[in-house]
Nanobody, 122 residues
Framework: QVQPVESGGGLVQSGGSLRLSCAASGGTFTRYALGWFRQAPGKELEYVAIIGWTGGSTAYADSTKGRFTVTRDNTKSMMFLQMNSLEPEDTAVYYC???????????????WGQGTQVTVSS
């Protein structure tokens, strides 16, 4: 089974950028659709972006569209989330997830990382 591990979180000022990485070990990476989700304190887990098996199809939440870009490198079994124009509302723990098909619903993903904290100061 694939095991995702996130990295790249940190503290950044409003308007700044961060790049998150998700490294997946085990399993056959190209069999999985991948997603980024986030959870802010006191809020539910929410969809950020998803990417299909080949990386040719992507989708974004309205709140991240135009600011975030999701990509994957199947040769290295990795996924990335480039986050630009960050806002304090983007502060959350960000999770990488792998599933059998692309979905915006967290419950459709079988494998999850431990998360990485992103904090955006105003």
């Amino acid at each position: 089974q694939v095991q995702p591990v996130e990295s790249g979180g940190g503290l950044v000022q409003s308007g700044g950028s961060l790049r998150l990485s998700c490294a997946a070990s085990g399993g056959t990476f190209t069999r999985y659709a991948l997603g980024w989700f986030r959870q802010a304190p006191g809020k539910e887990l929410e969809y950020v972006a998803i990417i299909g098996w080949t990386g040719g199809s992507t989708a974004y939440a309205d709140s991240t569209k135009g600011r975030f870009t999701v990509t994957r490198d199947n040769t290295k079994s990795m996924m990335f989330l480039q986050m630009n124009s960050l806002e304090p509302e983007d502060t959350a723990v960000y999770y990488c997830a792998a599933g059998s098909y692309g979905s915006i619903r967290p419950q459709d993903y079988e494998h999850w990382g431990q998360g990485t904290q992103v904090t955006v100061s105003s």
